[in-house]
């Protein structure tokens, strides 16, 4: 069975440009979350999608926004990126609520 | 007000010796979900286990024990007879009932085994 899949692995942007990052999750998990990890603030939620439609969502921007499709793949979308966006985007994936999370390895985004 | 604490920021031991890692959380909730994660230099975090918070039995699985105690709101990992292969951070993890699969996540504890 497939892992979580989250591309592209590597990402180098410019300050003020936008950018997408993309997550499959396991066969059969209907729930999407993402969570950015930086040496300064740990793992923080983004948001969590389920069955296409925001179940949660962290405190974060509107810059940060996702979707997910009928499929269950879900985007994340950052736009006018900034410095300190620079970090570990990771996707994880639950076959329901208030189960345990699989994890994709990351989207290793640098804004430069 | 951090939700998971895992005080011990990085630990170094020498192999085959055990080792505790501490985790501490706070929530108001009656129904909550505790976890371990270890995250190797690969990035990928790796599920090791969940609790739910009427289940107080303590479980081993090979050299890896977990010790749930609601009364002082713990949740420690154990790792017996330490390997090289053991050397990753791991982050305790906690989601409440109400917000489903908002995992907030401890600090995470380095951990260093030692040949």
Known sequence: ?????????YLIKTRGQQVTLSCSPISGHRSV????????????????????T??????????????????????????????????????????????????????????? | AQKVTQAQTEISVVEKED??????????????????????????????????????QNEISGRYSWNFQKSTSSFNFTITASQVVDSAVYFCALSEARTGNQFYFGTGTSLTVIP
Request: a neutral charge.
């Open chain 1, 54 to 112: 925001q179940r949660n969502k962290g405190n974060f921007p509107g810059r940060f926004s996702g979707r997910q499709f009928s499929n269950s793949r879900s985007e994340m979308n950052v736009s006018t990126l900034e410095l300190g966006d620079s970090a570990l985007y990771l996707c994880a994936s639950s076959i329901q609520v208030n189960t345990e999370a699989f994890f994709g390895q990351g989207t290793r985004l640098t804004v430069v």
């Open chain 2, 19 to 56: 080792v505790t890692l501490d985790c501490v959380y706070e929530t108001r909730d009656t129904t909550y979900y505790l976890f371990w994660y270890k995250q190797p230099p690969s990035g990928e975090l790796v599920f090791l286990i969940r609790r739910n918070s009427f289940d107080e």
């Open chain 1, 1 to 9: 069975k497939a892992g979580v899949t989250q591309t592209p692995r």
């Open chain 1, 33 to 52: 979350s993402w969570y950015q990890q930086t040496p300064g603030q740990g793992l923080q939620f983004l948001f969590e999608y389920f069955s296409e």
